[in-house]
T-cell receptor, first 115, second 110 residues
Framework: KAGVTQTPRYLIKTRGQQVTLSCSPI?????VSWYQQTPGQGLQFLFE???????NKGNFPGRFSGRQFSNSRSEMNVSTLELGDSALYLC??????????????FGNGTRLTVT | GDSVTQMEGPVTLSEEAFLTINCTYT??????LFWYVQYPGEGLQLLLK?????DKGSNKGFEATYRKETTSFHLEKGSVQVSDSAVYFC?????????FGRGTSLIVHP
């Protein structure tokens, strides 16, 4: 079974630009959740999508948004990039979503650098 | 809200040494507890989990016991290998949203 795939692996953007990151979950998993990992703040939850609906959202500004398609693939968009958005963005999939005790399966992440 | 506190790293050990990484948490109710491991350039991988008090999770020689009375979930391994060098994250899921510790870097020397 293929794992969680995130593309691209690396991105370099300029302040003010926008960026879209992609995540393909494990086949059969309907939940995709997104996380920001930085040395200063650690791992922080961004949002979760389940069957194309956003089910929960972390404490991030509205510049961070996402969506999920009918095949469960998910995209995350960050608009008006700031230097502080530089981070490793991880997505994770699970079969029944965050309300279940099942573990998360993470992708290898997208490293975003904002200059 | 929920929170997880992990011991500061890096933890540096010689091969075959005993490992303990402390993890304590605050949460309402009875959260599920997880340990994840992150190797350089990769995402997190589940190492082990426990879902109720006194449960012991184990995998690849690592163990952790759900201690409700002390709200702890310390990770242990009897004999570490160089290949165990990685960053270890304690995580809880109580109020739906996963909460992670800051991570503990483990460096094992031959």
């Amino acid at each position: 079974k293929a794992g969680v795939t995130q593309t691209p692996r690396y991105l370099i953007k300029t302040r003010g630009q926008q960026v879209t990151l992609s995540c393909s979950p494990i086949s059969g998993h309907r939940s995709v959740s997104w996380y920001q990992q930085t040395p200063g703040q650690g791992l922080q939850f961004l949002f979760e999508y389940f069957s194309e609906t956003q089910r929960n959202k972390g404490n991030f500004p509205g510049r961070f948004s996402g969506r999920q398609f009918s095949n469960s693939r998910s995209e995350m968009n960050v608009s008006t990039l700031e230097l502080g958005d530089s981070a490793l963005y991880l997505c994770a999939s699970s079969h029944r979503g965050l309300g279940d005790n099942s573990p998360l399966h993470f992708g290898n992440g997208t490293r975003l650098t904002v200059t | 809200g929920d929170s997880v506190t992990q011991m500061e790293g890096p933890v540096t050990l010689s091969e075959e040494a005993f490992l303990t990484i402390n993890c304590t948490y605050t949460a309402t109710g009875y959260p599920s507890l997880f340990w994840y491991v992150q190797y350089p350039g990769e995402g997190l991988q589940l190492l082990l989990k426990a879902t109720k008090a006194d449960d012991k999770g184990s995998n690849k020689g690592f163990e952790a016991t759900y201690r409700k009375e002390t709200t702890s979930f310390h990770l242990e391994k009897g004999s570490v290998q160089v290949s165990d060098s990685a960053v270890y994250f304690c995580s809880i899921r109580g109020s739906y949203i996963p909460t992670f510790g800051r991570g503990t870097s483990l460096i094992v020397h031959p």
